[in-house]
């Protein structure tokens, strides 16, 4: 079994359960897979491979803020709001990112027994897909083409990097950027929404995707947290969820469609400050989302990448 785990950036996310379950988690299945080389496996579930994948859009606002750099934000016509990558921002990113916040989580890691190996998108082409150099966005209540971004959307996963990794007992730690690939020819690093490159990889592995983040989940009404929508199965449930999701939270139902539809077993949004997140959101503390949400569901709506939250 493979689970996909993206930790998010903000600050009230404390990564230090989620690690910790990570620990657990790999252990109990390297001790299920020695129990069952000793031809003691009845009952057993075959071993628990996990793959984090991070965000960091606090930790690389607050760097350039050190900097003297102000993060920008834009909207597009959708409504949808997420960050504008310049070149510098992007430089950014390849020094908080992949640098900094991933080797950190490696070092944790490490110290909880876990053999973890750091992953940004560009490594053996793990992320790859089409730059987007410009974007539609709307601006004082028009619509108008921004350039000089550095984002892309995600278009292929190296699939086989990952198993890889997996198959020799390495607990894979991943990070954007991602290679975006130019209209000339060639490659540039550019960012990509961290849900959204847990999703494809996810879909990818097909494997369940457990999205922690600083609520428990999905709610109906957004400051109430007894409103929560424990799962969705249908398309008419789905529905519910994604007239819910508001703010930060409608990136994430957009990245659950995506990695539904390229595969993944299931998605649960659940909270990171819980001391055991992923095993209680497998378990079904969170919102669960089915693939039986898809049928019917098209989701077109492009938004501007973001390391989120």
Do not use: C, W
């Amino acid at each position: 079994m493979t689970t996909v785990v993206k930790i998010g950036g903000a600050r009230a996310v404390d990564p230090e359960g989620a690690l910790a379950d990570v620990a657990s988690l790999v252990e109990d299945g390297e001790d299920s897979a020695e129990r069952s080389s000793a031809g003691r496996s009845g009952g057993i579930e075959p071993p628990e491979d996990v793959v984090l994948v991070h965000g960091g859009s606090t930790a690389v606002d607050e760097t350039l803020e050190e900097l003297g750099q102000e993060p920008t934000y834009v909207e597009t016509p959708g409504g949808v709001v997420g960050r504008f990558t310049d070149e510098d921002t992007m430089d950014v990113f390849k020094m908080v990112m992949p640098g900094k916040l991933n080797t950190d989580l490696v070092e944790s890691l490490q110290n909880e027994g876990v053999n973890a190996v750091g992953l940004s998108g560009t490594d053996g082409k793990l992320l790859e897909g089409k730059r987007k150099s410009a974007v539609r966005v709307k601006e004082d209540g028009k619509k108008k083409i921004k350039r000089g971004d550095h984002s892309g959307k995600i278009e292929s996963v190296n699939a086989d990097l990952l198993e890889t990794m997996l198959s020799g007992g390495y607990t894979p730690v991943v990070s954007v950027p991602m290679l975006g690939k130019e209209k000339e020819g060639g490659y540039t690093a550019v960012n990509a929404d961290a849900d959204r490159a847990a999703a494809a990889i996810a879909g990818a592995l097909e494997a369940d995707l457990v999205v922690l983040t600083d609520v428990s989940g999905i709610y109906e009404d957004p400051d109430d947290e007894s409103t929560r929508i424990d799962s969705a199965s249908t398309p008419e449930e789905f529905a519910a969820v994604e007239e819910a999701a508001e703010g930060f939270m409608t990136k994430k139902v957009m990245a659950a469609t995506e990695a539904l539809e390229g595969g993944a077993s299931s998605v649960i949004v659940a909270t990171a400050n819980a001391d055991a997140p992923i095993t209680s959101a497998l378990e079904g503390e969170g919102t669960t989302l089915e693939p039986g949400v898809l049928a019917d569901n098209e989701t077109d709506e492009e938004a501007p990448q973001e390391a989120t939250r």
